[in-house]
């Protein structure tokens, strides 16, 4: 059973920093794709940032890029969100998320990740 636990979250001021962490369990091999994702109330989830992991290759938003650094340990199969410069638009649950292999991958997109973590709150004030 593979599990992903999220911590991290927290709130803070316009300006300052968090750094998220996404630890996998369960898997026979280190998850390929790993992701973090964000959804604000009435609004629907969006990709933030992505890794390649095998490779270390990086995706970010258009709306993060520049404030947002996606790292990992893959030897602990962990990624890490470091959000810089925070907005009060990015305040959102966020939600990490591991896809196993296939043949295409979307990293913004929901469909190509087959396990979520509980989310954790976000909440940047003005």
């Known amino acids: 059973q593979v599990h992903l636990v999220e911590s991290g979250g927290g709130s803070v001021q316009a300006g300052g920093s968090l750094r998220l962490s996404c630890a996998a369990s369960?898997?026979?091999?280190?998850?390929?794709?790993m992701g973090w994702f964000r959804q604000a109330p009435g609004k629907e989830r969006e990709g933030v940032a992505a890794m390649r992991t095998t490779v270390g290759r990086a995706y970010y938003a258009d709306s993060v890029k520049g404030r947002a650094t996606i790292s990992q340990e893959y030897d602990k199969n962990t990624v890490y969100l470091q959000m810089d410069s925070l907005k009060p638009e990015d305040t959102a649950i966020y939600y990490c998320?591991?896809?196993?292999?296939?043949?295409?991958?979307?990293?913004?997109?929901?469909?190509?990740?087959?396990?979520w973590g509980q989310g954790t709150q976000v909440t940047v004030s003005s």
């Open positions: 369960g898997y026979t091999y280190s998850p390929p794709f």
């Open positions: 998320a591991a896809g196993s292999y296939r043949d295409r991958w979307n990293w913004n997109g929901p469909e190509s990740y087959d396990y």
